[in-house]
């Protein structure tokens, strides 16, 4: 694959997300989110910090799924449905630095959206950080400003890298709305995967406990990149975690590619 040509498609592609309005809702909306959650926590005596943090880490998730989804199940099926497959396809770009290159964008939009949105979540922190008072300071389990959450933010971006190619990968070969449909479910059974592993042992069939088993390698494991709870509550996350953590994903959304373009170089669009 020529990276020059994946750079220009991946260009292309973050050019046509930034000019789409949904993503401006969607980003918009996390904003608010974020904001309010400051004004949420004034209700709640003695969790302020905790509730502005933890809403806005899952308002950045959240709004960051959405975006992958719903832009991401486009990628491929969007240039089908427009019939401008072909003219990409008659220049000079293999499918393979089509597909890559598409995604590559996506991820520039998310990454770029999922920093205004930590921008915003820690200058409402900041804020609240500046008023509190000194009793309440002592009180917090880590400080408002604390640089571990971005570990939680950076295990957001790979999730959402993650969630991307899955869309993606559907996109090839299925219509927006199957796409859309199967990724969620993948997205919300991949924070459950772990119950299938030890799932043969409450069943009485090993046949049933085999094909659990199997499917907990196969599907994603999201739980593994959501670490909210323990920066919220000022615990620790070990570089050996987040770098198992990238490891993993990294791996996963290879494989995942190699399947979208495997698929993708072998359909006819005659």
């Known amino acids: 694959m020529n990276a020059v040509t994946i750079r220009r498609v991946a260009l292309a592609m973050f050019r046509e997300t930034v000019r789409d309005r949904v993503l401006y809702s969607l980003v918009a909306f996390a904003i608010v989110v974020i904001g309010a959650s400051f004004i949420i926590s004034q209700l709640t005596a003695g969790q302020d910090l905790k509730i502005v943090k933890d809403l806005g880490l899952a308002a950045m998730s959240l709004i960051g799924v959405f975006i992958a989804i719903f832009i991401g199940i486009g990628l491929v099926s969007k240039e ?4 401008s497959v072909y003219s990409l396809l ?22 770029i959206n999922l920093a205004v949105m930590t921008v915003v979540w ?16 002592r009180s917090w389990d880590a400080p408002a400003l604390d640089p571990h959450m971005l570990t939680a933010v950076y295990l957001i971006l790979l999730q959402l ?24 479910g993948l997205f919300v059974a991949g924070h459950f995967s772990a119950d299938l592993r030890n799932f043969e042992a409450v069943v009485a069939s ?14 994603p494991n999201m739980a593994l990149f959501d670490v909210k709870s323990a920066v919220v509550h000022g615990r620790p996350v070990t570089a050996g975690y987040v770098a198992a953590a990238t490891a993993y ?16 170089s072998r359909r006819d669009f005659k």
């Open 161 to 184: 890298m993650l969630v991307t190619a899955v869309a993606l990968f559907f996109s090839t070969f299925s219509s927006p709305m199957l796409s859309a449909l199967l990724t969620f």
């Open 90 to 111: 008659a220049k000079p770009v293999r499918r393979s630095e089509l597909v890559v290159g598409k995604y590559a964008g996506l991820v520039v939009t998310l990454a």
């Open 122 to 137: 820690y200058a409402v922190l900041s804020y609240y950080a500046w008023t509190a008072e000194e009793v309440l300071r």
């Open 206 to 219: 090993p046949a049933v406990g085999a094909i659990a088993r199997t499917f907990y390698y196969l599907l």
């Open 80 to 83: 089908v449905e427009k019939r």
């Open 249 to 264: 994903g990294a791996l996963y959304i290879g494989a995942v590619l190699l399947a979208s373009v495997a698929v993708f």
